[in-house]
């Protein structure tokens, strides 16, 4: 017996039965065609990491990442020879909020890094730094990094200006691009025609509840959860003054994160404003697509705004919700037990049954994002008293991008894009989807049911976890993001305008909206409204 299958087998505690049993079914394994051995090797990899450290264990520790990160390596050794980037230094940039993301990866990639002989290093930023300090390297022409953790919204910021490399082609085989969701394929993570996008991430945002709030006799007085906005401050005002059956604290419904986050906060008031703005026969919902005059200011955003504004009136929010962010409201609230819902990414549906600090597991559901029961026709000018549902796709998912710094070094590019491949590999995505990490399912192949349930997730659960993902991607009427140039300089200035909104010093959400439209028209005449024009009709396929 081969020594890495002797080790391998205790890594798994096996007993020496079990170790027997392997060894047969190893010596049965070498029968098969190698067509058949592959597809066996990668399915065993993929049941196994599964169960590092299994579902119901607590949270994943850096030692588990490291060792999913070395038995993920197969498709590495197939493209590079053992030590064949010695001497090669890279720089990941990247955020670390949550102890995830860039934490995450140096786990992950330890293994890549004793193979190959590169070493990395690390920029570490919080997510409201981020953007930020991207804009800065970019502005002024001082990109320190070889490898950069992006969304795509922020291609038209890099891509657009020559920042990026463009990528192989046997990167393409290697990380299987055609396994993507519909939605993550091209023009995402293209631009003129050239691909430079690893995904290692499907972001939507879907509704979480708590089941508990809702049923025969609940406090909310509702049978089921809402499924429309207008019904979701209904029930934040309906359990105010009562306890929370699961805590015995006192209960609160929707949490709206009311604090900015780097432009990352922003995505949250659009999740109520689709519902309102984004009309099936209209593409645009942002700004208008033959002028990129803003639309925040119509009466759909400003309902959205109105619809926030009424619950902090209430007092319906949990005291200092004014200084709560979006990882405030996930993590540290409904997570840890306080509040009905919330919208968010696929965080709070891995980190529900395999985090250690989550207490809601066994009273969780999700959905797409709730709807409206009228919609905005900025077209006609006029409300048309229909439902609607409009899921927001926000960010377009996490990525891997290689900038231009290694173009020239040909060494070093192929070690670059080596790395990102490890993080964006099939295996290894399947593993980031069911356990904390910052990412959510976005490959057809992560939608199998039946490995989700073998690593111990109830079916039940996975169904509603995984359905809610896979209707948000696939809904006709999806809120897409743009992917233009200055998008999160645009989210950002909301988020302080919001800001002023709902502590007052706005009197109206109509003033409120009308700052933040204003605000946006000068960054669109400061980066060129023709060219913004071009790009935002060419982003909505237009």
Partial sequence: ??????????????????????????????????????????????????????????????????????????????????????????????????????????????????????????????????????????????????????????????????????????????????????????????????????SIDGDCHTFAFRKDYFGDGSISGMTEAPTHWEDVNAMSLAVMGKTDPLTGMPAYGFLDPLKG??????????????????????????????????????????????????????????????????????????????????????????????????????????????????VYNHGTGAWEETENFAPNMAYLGWGVYVTNRVSADEKKRKAAWSAAAHLGGKDISLWMSAYPSGFQPYRNSHFNYEEWVAAGYDKAFVEDYLGSNADSYNHPNAAIEPRIPGIFQYYSVAEDELAKGYSGQYTTAQETADAIAAAWEKITDQIGRDSQIALYKASLGM
Avoid at 115 to 124: F, L, P, S, V
Avoid at 162 to 172: C, F, I, S
Avoid at 261 to 274: K, M, P, Q, T, V
Avoid at 312 to 332: E, H, L, M, R, V
């Fill in 1 to 198: 017996m081969k020594v890495e299958i002797y080790e391998a087998m205790v890594r798994s505690k096996m007993s020496r039965r079990r170790m027997l049993q392997g060894a047969t079914a190893l010596t049965a394994l070498a029968a098969l065609p190698m067509s058949a051995r592959m597809a066996a090797a990668q399915d065993n990899v993929r049941a196994e990491i599964l169960k590092i450290p299994g579902v119901g264990m607590g949270s994943p520790t850096d030692a588990d990442w490291q060792k999913v990160g070395e038995m993920c390596l197969g498709a590495t050794k197939a493209n590079v020879a053992e030590g064949e980037f010695a001497g090669v230094e890279l720089t990941f940039f990247g955020i670390n909020n949550n102890n995830l993301h860039n934490l995450l990866f140096r786990g992950l990639l330890k293994g890549w890094e004793a193979y190959t002989g590169a070493k990395i290093n690390w920029i570490d930023l919080a997510q409201a730094d981020y953007n930020p300090r991207l804009q800065q390297a970019i502005a002024t022409g001082t990109v320190d990094f070889d490898i950069l953790a992006m969304g795509a919204p922020l291609e038209g910021d890099t891509a657009s200006k020559g920042l990026l490399d463009e990528m192989p082609d046997w990167v393409k085989t290697q990380i299987d691009m055609d396994d993507y969701v519909d939605y993550l394929k091209a023009p995402v993570g293209t631009w003129d025609g050239k691909t430079y996008r690893i």
């Fill in 261 to 374: 986050w780097g432009g990352f906060g922003f995505y949250f008031l659009e999740d109520r404003a689709s519902a309102y703005a984004k009309h099936p026969a209209d593409k645009a919902w942002l700004f208008d697509a033959d002028t990129m005059k803003p639309r925040v200011n119509n009466p759909a955003w400003v309902q959205a705004i109105q619809d926030v504004m009424d619950l902090i009136k209430a007092g319906a929010y949990p005291p200092d919700q004014i200084n709560a962010d979006p990882g405030t409201t996930a993590f540290s609230q409904f997570l840890a037990g306080t509040g009905a819902g919330v919208t968010w990414w696929g965080d709070v549906g891995s980190n529900a049954r395999t985090s250690d600090t989550s207490v809601v597991g066994d009273v969780v559901g999700f959905s797409i994002n709730p709807g409206a029961k009228r």
